[in-house]
């Protein structure tokens, strides 16, 4: 009893990840509140076009909305605060805030993997099903496994917020880093934290390493279709209805496994943080411009709808 009369719970975490940036505090405000701005405007946008665009609501596109979605949800969970650290000079966020904010990234993440994975079935079932594409996958398909996805990753990501809101801390709670994130809070808790790390390992494996697998194996059937085209006409013109999904998974994975497998150690902090600040901020800005830079749906779209804009308000 006179050991758990000594552990404290405290309310507030002092967060590090600016201290040795104070003299370029203000222009990377400025730097990521134009990224930010740019990220929202791009993916609202996307998302409006997919709603309103009869010619986008197909399942490929449908996927892209719910992709972009995430991406935006993940940045707003995170820059926010971060600009206002910035702005302070100083990160504190409260343990509530805190748990908050890593289940959101988690969810998101999870769920955006999963969806990566599905857009991935739909580009095989393209390619090599082309015939029986429209029998096994639709549009009602779509909305029920993706809001199963969503269902299923907030059930998970719920069990984990009950174990991190329930971590008994032993003194001042600092993290090196530029948000909440799992690993290093987790590691701060004085309890018993080998339950929470072995869903956490479960939850790894089974919503993000094994979705991994299914991609990697959906693409060598692709290749494999593709390599068996006979004109190189044909074959560049089917692997263009691929590429730009293949651009962000590559993109998406080598990102997410560097996280993963860089050592937190004070050696290679510096570049951790700067590839966490690469990926919460300039990969949700980009993939919405690889998906939309040559995609000729989604630029006649976009025209429609300014037509459509300057009839009503012309």
């Known amino acids: 009893m006179a050991h758990q009369k000594n552990l404290t719970l405290k309310d507030e975490i002092l967060i590090e990840g600016f201290e040795n940036l104070s003299d370029y505090r203000i222009p990377l405000f400025l730097l990521l509140l134009i990224i930010y701005t740019l990220t929202c405007i791009e993916n609202i946008l996307i998302i409006f076009l997919v709603c309103i665009s009869p010619r986008l609501h197909c399942p490929m596109y449908i996927l892209i909305g719910n992709l972009l979605f995430c991406e935006f949800l993940y940045t707003t969970d995170l820059v926010p605060l971060i600009l206002q650290h910035m702005l302070l000079g100083r990160g504190v966020i409260s343990r509530l805030g ?5 289940s959101v990234s988690g969810c998101v993440t999870i769920v955006e993997t999963l969806l990566l994975t599905l857009m991935s079935y739909d580009r095989y079932l393209a390619i090599c099903k082309p015939l029986r ?8 398909l779509c909305f029920y496994v993706v809001t199963g996805f969503w269902v299923i990753t907030l059930a998970f990501i719920t069990v984990v917020f009950y174990f991190v809101i329930n971590l008994q801390f032993c003194g001042p709670l600092t993290i090196d880093h530029f948000y909440c994130d799992f690993t290093p809070y987790v590691s701060l808790a004085c309890s018993d934290i080998v339950p929470i790390v072995l869903l956490g390992l479960v939850i790894s494996i089974a919503l993000t390493i094994l979705p991994f697998f299914l991609i990697v194996l959906s693409y060598l059937f692709i290749i494999f279709t593709i390599l068996r085209i006979q004109t190189s006409e044909g074959r560049q013109k089917t692997f263009s209805t691929c590429s730009s999904h293949l651009l962000v998974v590559t993109i998406y994975f080598i990102a997410l496994f560097c996280l993963y497998v860089i050592p937190r150690s004070s050696r290679y902090l510096d570049f951790y943080k700067g590839l966490s600040f690469t990926y919460f901020s300039v990969t949700p800005m980009v993939n919405p411009i690889i998906y939309t830079l040559r995609n000729q749906e989604i630029h006649k ?14």
Request: net charge positive; proline share 0%.
């Open 301 to 314: 779209a976009l025209e429609a709808a300014i037509t459509k804009m300057k009839t009503i308000y012309c």
């Open 133 to 140: 594409y429209s029998v096994l996958i639709h549009n009602r």
């Open 98 to 102: 805190c748990s908050i904010q890593l």
